[in-house]
């Protein structure tokens, strides 16, 4: 069994910095794609960014020159820097991971989510 457990939200005003932290644990054979998806309320799930076990990254428009994904392969851990925080970016942050493991195919794994809220 997989899972994903996110940390690092909380309240910011505009302007400001948070970092989410992932920890992807259990019986599994090979992580490959992690990322971050964002659900503002009364909004779809949206892709924020995402990063291959290469470290090629993919990232939204709206997170582009502001946030930053990297990742700890020695951790299993995955992580969102996030800057110049404005309230558009307030939403539940989730991980997500795609995982191998000895019961099958890769199959991505989600987290709760992180709350994140932008606001003076």
């Known amino acids: 069994q997989v899972q994903v457990v996110e940390s690092g939200g909380g309240l910011v005003q505009p302007g400001g910095s948070l970092r989410l932290s992932c920890v992807v644990s259990?019986?599994?054979?090979?992580?490959?794609?992690m990322g971050w998806h964002r659900q503002a309320p009364g909004k779809q799930r949206e892709l924020v960014a995402e990063?291959?076990?290469?470290?090629?990254?993919n990232y939204a428009d709206s997170a582009k020159g502001r946030f930053t994904i990297s990742r700890d392969n020695a951790k299993n851990t995955v992580y969102l820097q996030m800057n110049a925080l404005k309230p558009e970016d307030t939403a539940v942050y989730y991980c997500?991971?795609?995982?191998?493991?000895?019961?099958?195919?890769?199959?991505?794994?989600w987290g709760q989510g992180t709350m994140v809220t932008v606001s003076s």
């Open positions: 997500n991971a795609n995982v191998r493991t000895v019961l099958g195919p890769s199959r991505y794994y």
């Open positions: 259990g019986r599994m054979l090979r992580i490959n794609t």
């Open positions: 990063i291959t076990s290469g470290g090629d990254t």
